[in-house]
């Protein structure tokens, strides 16, 4: 049998990857869409790769407004590349998100990936207010616009994000960004979650709140001087150093999975997790993030104590026969039809990421 490596393409504008993306389509030839490659191990295994269609090469700021705060880019971009262009106007994304740097936006967005800030700021979504698609017919739809206050086209931003790229490539966006904080400090302590609940608690709501399976929490205050330093000084933990929060998010083991649930199952269902892995929760949001050391009839049972606490365990990486015995996503959920519908109507030859998201 002969295996053939996958054709790689890398466009240099929006207009050539949609017209390659077009091509892929009419010869019935899978496509997957690549970023920075950090997400590449979400979803179940492609049942084939005919074509890599990487967007790195869109990687220009394409329009700035710092007295909007608005800022519109091609979706290849690197993640740091922006938040260095946004800090010269004292502005930032607010987007930290796990197995960093080498993020792109568009794989961000295709992903729905998050970090710590998701607890102050929301998720991408949030401030997301438009976007520019190129589909397996050639053409570019684009959803929402370059103002706050436009919302045309809303549903079809809700569409690609978090889709794997099923749907078709993201090629554009455009964000509200934010002030970057006048204060920003780091407290840490070793107390486990009845700290984390204390950190929680203050009248300064924190900006992030992390605990590891070892016990230690990490808070972030952002804020005013004043406002940042009372609540600091009120809780007598250890101040750390800020660079502590990236190496916190480079945390991407070979096999790792996200559990959500209602806040109050989290710390339940945390507990339940072999004693030698490692876990980093965000109590929060009722999040946590687990490097898998167990087999898969562990990861199984965990993900059913999940659904039935009305949550959910998604994988983010592992080897495609573990992947495989596992499973990405868990049980189907009740929208699954509609979401087969919509790949149908999207992608009618199946040809983008075939078989590792809306099978």
């Given at each position: 049998m002969v295996v053939t490596k996958p054709a790689v393409e890398k466009p240099a504008t929006a207009e050539e990857l949609a017209r390659r993306l077009h091509e892929a389509a009419d010869a019935?030839?899978?496509?997957?869409?690549?970023?920075?490659?950090?997400?590449?191990?979400?979803?179940?295994?492609?049942?084939?790769?005919?074509?890599?269609?990487?967007?790195?090469?869109?990687?220009?700021?394409?329009?700035?407004?710092?007295?909007?705060?608005?800022?519109?880019?091609?979706?290849?971009?690197?993640?740091?590349?922006?938040?260095?262009?946004?800090?010269?106007?004292?502005?930032?994304?607010?987007?930290?998100?796990f197995h960093s740097p080498g993020h792109t936006i568009g794989g961000l967005l295709a992903t729905g990936w998050t970090g710590p800030l998701r607890f102050r700021y929301g998720s991408p979504r949030d401030f997301l207010i438009g976007i520019r698609v190129a589909m397996p017919d050639g053409k570019l739809a684009s959803g929402g616009g370059r103002?706050?206050?436009?919302?045309?086209?809303?549903?079809?931003?809700?569409?690609?994000?978090?889709?794997?790229?099923?749907?078709?490539?993201?090629?554009?966006?455009?964000?509200?960004?934010?002030?970057?904080?006048?204060?920003?400090?780091?407290?840490?302590?070793?107390?486990?979650?009845?700290?984390?609940?204390?950190?929680?608690?203050t009248p300064l709501a924190p900006s992030a709140v992390e605990l590891s399976s070892d016990g230690r929490v990490l808070a972030r205050f952002l804020g005013s001087p004043e406002a940042v330093d009372r609540v600091v000084s009120g809780l007598e933990w250890d101040e750390a150093d800020s660079a502590v929060w990236e190496k916190h998010s480079r945390s991407g083991p070979e096999k790792w999975a996200r559990i959500a649930i209602p806040r109050s199952g989290l710390r339940r269902i945390v507990e339940t997790l072999p004693q030698h892995d490692r876990w980093w929760a965000s109590p929060g949001v009722g999040v946590a993030h687990w490097a898998i050391g167990a087999d898969s009839s562990v990861v199984r049972g965990i993900r059913e104590k999940a659904e039935a606490a009305g949550g959910t365990l998604v994988m983010l990486a592992a080897p495609d026969d573990f992947m495989r015995e596992v499973g990405a996503w868990g049980a189907?959920?009740?929208?699954?039809?509609?979401?087969?519908?919509?790949?149908?109507?999207?992608?009618?030859?199946?040809?983008?990421?075939?078989g590792r998201y809306v099978v």
């Open positions: 019935k030839l899978a496509v997957i869409p690549v970023g920075g490659g950090r997400a590449s191990g979400m979803g179940n295994p492609v049942e084939r790769a005919d074509v890599l269609l990487h967007t790195t090469h869109l990687d220009r700021v394409i329009e700035h407004s710092q007295s909007d705060m608005v800022v519109s880019v091609e979706a290849g971009i690197a993640l740091d590349a922006l938040q260095a262009h946004l800090a010269k106007a004292g502005q930032f994304l607010p987007l930290d998100p103002v706050v206050k436009n919302v045309s086209g809303y549903d079809m931003m809700k569409l690609h994000y978090g889709a794997l790229g099923s749907l078709g490539v993201i090629v554009a966006a455009s964000f509200k960004v934010f002030p970057k904080p006048l204060h920003d400090v780091t407290v840490a302590n070793d107390g486990g979650w009845e700290a984390a609940d204390e950190a929680l608690s189907a959920p009740p929208t699954i039809d509609i979401m087969r519908r919509l790949k149908k109507a999207f992608d009618p030859d199946g040809i983008l990421n075939p």
